[in-house]
Every structure is written in structure tokens, then in C-alpha cells.
């Protein structure tokens, strides 16, 4: 089957990543861009004028190269022709969270200095405190404030070290830190997943993921562009919608969430995925018996990989080879892991470390953070991602948990994810997130939340003995608390950090 070779990254404007998605555009200017509710709603020919006149409307408001933008607004077309007009323009496009608040927005527009702040009707951005420009854009596109530009403003030449987007992390520990990515970040790592995910001339994508994050945004999104895949948009996920789309994609990406709830739909077999070639996972850990059960019901095997908001993607298991349950993969091409020991030398074949990670992927560092973008990289510059890992004879990389989620109960290290994965293996679990709390004797003790399947009777006895007999003593939960779903966040993250919150007088009220 043929495929679209992009242009070099060597070519005309080439350091701006958009040029690599115009080059498209103009080849296959009359194949649909976006797709809604199975009606084309916009050719790549009409995406590259949109894009022209909403960078020229940048220009119009103040925005000049190098000027960030801040855009709260919900998943829409027009919020997608407003990221690419940013790229376009050279300004810096800073999507924020639709969930964030005002208090919250406070800090992000204080740190991130824009030009212009960007928000949909009814979200906290729209009456913000801001002294700049602001701009309001509804879902719908005909009324986007660009539409009666007649100029177009052209590609704008750029170093592929100039900045692109930059992206707050979760903040899960403290104030969230910008991760500044450049144009040369984007166009490498789209270039990569592009040949490592063997993307072809004729693929469409079904988009059901949000844009305020670097799944939905630099991997779902960017790996269309650069081909001119017509994609089938959608502004939110929803089965049913879904399900409609699926016999017309051939490529999907999701979060987990997704796979469990199309897997609870008795429609989603075998044949309703006959013509995809492709579903991705990612952005939070897919169990394994979620793996096992979509391979079982559709024959496909779930690729899963592994990225972070400072180095966009960076391993992947194969598209040709073995994936394995569990396992996020080799390195990506180009990009160089490690894993390293507490003692600082590079951990042994299966044993935990900290991840760490070097390439062109990586981000140029935090905005206005210096002193942490030093923290975070070692001497021989690879970047310190503070998640535990482990590495195969193959290379493949498994992710154990977070540093911050280590737990060291009696001086003993324990890694929640060797400890959920045993719970997870019990009937009746559907998962389980296993946390440090404060102990008087151990410093911290090991607990597991765990959400039962619906109608299951399982209880804290039945887990507890489970463990007993595949863990040792220092590893196992000294309580088990069963509820029936554990809290996440938009992307499909389990919230441990509210978690340990929710229960760090565990203790010392069985003390009291």
C-alpha cells in the first residue's frame, strides 16, 4: 500500500512545523479535513485558507512572532483552526484545561505573560481577570472572528528552536510548570510516530480525544496533518457515536476509558473493526486483562505506548513485532531511554529505576523556570521523567510508578504498580491503585483502593488473602478499601495524590 512521504525537513519554511502539514495539504487540497456526524465539513484546501485568515486576525489583534496565546475553549473546529493559525503566525499556543477555574487561570495568565487570552462562551477564561486582548469563539465555525478576513497570512519562516506550544503540567506536586516545546520537538516526533505507526496514503482517523492535552493535540492530530488524513471529528468521546464511526476509520486513538467502555458495548465485535489497521493506547496504564479482552473480542492487539508532556512520545511497542500486555514498548527511533538505579548506575535487566530520556522529542526546557530545568536533567543532558521504570533483554520498558508514588513502609521500597497488578488479577477486581500513607510504625503503610466489577461481592478479606500468598509480608496492603470507581482525571489518570489526601488519617483514627 503506498504512503505519503512528507516533505524534508530541510525544505522552505520547514523549521515551522506547520510547513510540514501545508506540504500536505496542498498535494491533497480537496481530500476532507474534518469530518462531523458523517458530513464533510472542511477540504484541506479550506483548512490552509482558515488558518491564513485566522493568522492574519492574530496579527490584527496584537499578536505578533513569539507572542503567547491563551486558549481555554471546548474541542471544536474552530478551536482547531485557531491552534494551526498559531503554529502558522509563530505565536505560542497555550491550551488550558476546560476544567480549570478562575483561581486556577489566575496563576497560569500571571506566569504565561499572553498577548491574548482566547475562551469559549461560559468557561472560566471568558471573564478571568486579564488585562490584555481577549477574544470569545463559539463551536460554531461560521461565526469564528476570522471568517471575514480576505488576507491570508503566509507560513511564517522559523528556527525549529523556536517555540511552539507550551503545555502546564498537571501540578499534581506543587505549582504546574510550562514545558516550552519547540517546532523542531513537533516536526521530529511527528515524523517518527508517522513512520513508526506505518501511516498510510488512504488512513482516516477517528478523533474523540481532547485538544488541551499532547495526545489528542501533538499525536492524534499532527499525525493526520502530516499526511492529509481525513479525520472523523469528534468533540467528545461518546459510544454511541463511536460505534457509528468506526467501520469508516482505519486508525484509533484513545485512552483506556475508551477501550473499557467500547468493550462494554455489546455492538463493538470483530466485524464492526474489520477495516481498522490500528487502535493506540495511552496516557494512562492499560491493564493488562484490558488488553487481553479487546484482543479476545476484536483480534486486534492494542499498541500502547509511552510519552509525557516535556518529551511528547517516546517509546512505542511495535507495529511489526510482538506488543505485549503491560509493556509500553522499545524507544522510538532516535530517542535514547535509560533506567537508572538509586546508586546512580544503570539498573539491571527487570529491576526498577528511574526513567531517563534524551533526543530531539525533548522540550527546551520550563517557562521561566530555570533553576528546574536544570534539576530535572542530568550532567550528560537526558532528561529525569520521576516515573519508575523497568527494561526487558529487549528493550522493552515497562512503567512501574511514579517516584513520588514509591512507597518506603519499614525501610522497604514499594512499587504500587507490581502490587496493583496482583490485585488486579483477582475475579471480581476491575483495578485497583495501591498508596502510601502515614503510618506511626512503618512511616508509611500500604493500602489498596480497589473498584469492584459491577456486581461483584468481593470484599477486603477476600483481597487480603489473595496477596498473602504472591507478595512478600512488606508489599502487602495492610488494609484493602472497596469502592466502586476510582477517581480520574480528564485523561483518564487514576488522582492518587487525592487519594493519599482522602485517606492520610487512615491510622491514626484505627489509633484513636
Known amino acids: 500500500m503506498a504512503q505519503y512521504t512528507p516533505i524534508s525537513e530541510n525544505g522552505p519554511s520547514a523549521g515551522n512545523v506547520f510547513a510540514l502539514f501545508e506540504s500536505a495539504a496542498i498535494a491533497h487540497s480537496e481530500r476532507s479535513f474534518l469530518v462531523v456526524d458523517t458530513k464533510p465539513l472542511m477540504s484541506y484546501s479550506d483548512m490552509l485558507t482558515q488558518t491564513g485568515q485566522a493568522a ?9 512572532v513569539g507572542d503567547r496565546v491563551v486558549v481555554q475553549a471546548h474541542k471544536s473546529p474552530a478551536s482547531v483552526v485557531l491552534y494551526l493559525a498559531c503554529l502558522r503566525a509563530g505565536a505560542v499556543f497555550i491550551p488550558l484545561n476546560t476544567a480549570y477555574q478562575e483561581s486556577e487561570l489566575a496563576y497560569f495568565l500571571s506566569d504565561a505573560e499572553p498577548s491574548l487570552v482566547v475562551a469559549s462562551p461560559s468557561l472560566p477564561a471568558e471573564t478571568a481577570p486579564f488585562a490584555g486582548a481577549r477574544a470569545i469563539i463559539s463551536g460554531d465555525l461560521k461565526a ?23 503545555l502546564y503540567t498537571s501540578g499534581t506536586t506543587g505549582r504546574s510548570k510550562g514545558a516550552v516545546l519547540t517546532h523542531g520537538n513537533l516536526s521530529s516526533n511527528v515524523m517518527v510516530l508517522g513512520k513508526a505507526w506505518h501511516w498510510q496514503d488512504n488512513d482516516v482517523l477517528l478523533h474523540a480525544l481532547p485538544i488541551f ?14 499526511h492529509a488524513s481525513p479525520i472523523l471529528f469528534h468533540e467528545r468521546f461518546d459510544a454511541d457515536a463511536v460505534l457509528r464511526d468506526i ?24 466485524s464492526l473493526c474489520a477495516g481498522i489497521r490500528l487502535f493506540v493506547s495511552g496516557s494512562a496504564p492499560l491493564l493488562d486483562t484490558t488488553f487481553e479482552e479487546f484482543e479476545q473480542r ?3 492487539f492494542i499498541l500502547e505506548r509511552y510519552g509525557m508532556t516535556e518529551a511528547l512520545m517516546v517509546t512505542s511497542n511495535p507495529y511489526d513485532g510482538p506488543r505485549i500486555a503491560g509493556s509500553v514498548g522499545p524507544a522510538l527511533p532516535g530517542i535514547s531511554v535509560r533506567v537508572v538505579a538509586e546508586n546512580g548506575a544503570l539498573a539491571k535487566t527487570g529491576e526498577p529505576g528511574v526513567l531517563e530520556m534524551k533526543g530531539p ?17 542530568t ?14 533483554e529487549a528493550g522493552y520498558i515497562r512503567i512501574v510508578g511514579r517516584a513520588k508514588d514509591l512507597i518506603i513502609s519499614g525501610g522497604y521500597n514499594v512499587y504500587p504498580k507490581e ?23 512503618f512511616g508509611e503503610g500500604v493500602i489498596a483502593i480497589v473498584a469492584r466489577e459491577h456486581g461483584s461481592s468481593i470484599t477486603a478479606d477476600d483481597v487480603a488473602m489473595v496477596v498473602k500468598g504472591e507478595l512478600a509480608a512488606f508489599k502487602r496492603p495492610k488494609t484493602a478499601i472497596i469502592v466502586d470507581e476510582l477517581p480520574r482525571n480528564t485523561m483518564g489518570k487514576v488522582q492518587k495524590a487525592e487519594l493519599r489526601k482522602l485517606h492520610q488519617d487512615l491510622f491514626a483514627r484505627a489509633l484513636a
Open 56 to 64: 492574519a486576525w492574530l496579527r490584527s489583534v496584537g499578536v505578533d
Open 144 to 166: 469564528a472572528p476570522w471568517l471575514h478576513f480576505e488576507d491570508i497570512l503566509p507560513t511564517v519562516p522559523l528556527q525549529p528552536s523556536d517555540p511552539a506550544a507550551i
Open 213 to 226: 492535552h499532547a495526545h489528542g493535540l501533538f499525536v492524534a492530530l499532527h499525525c493526520a496533518l502530516l
Open 247 to 270: 467501520p469508516s476509520a482505519t486508525v484509533f486513538m484513545g485512552v483506556p476509558t475508551f477501550y473499557t467502555r467500547l468493550l462494554a458495548e455489546a455492538a463493538f465485535d470483530k
Open 298 to 300: 476484536t483480534g486486534h
Open 361 to 377: 522529542n525533548m522540550f527546551s526546557g520550563y517557562w521561566h523556570n530555570p533553576e528546574k530545568t536544570a534539576e530535572d536533567h
Open 379 to 392: 550532567a550528560d543532558g537526558y532528561f529525569i521523567s520521576g516515573d519508575i521504570a523497568t527494561e526487558d
Open 419 to 441: 502490587v496493583e497488578m496482583v490485585i488486579d488479577a483477582i475475579e471480581g477486581v476491575l483495578e485497583s491503585a495501591v498508596i502510601g500513607v502515614p503510618h506511626p510504625d
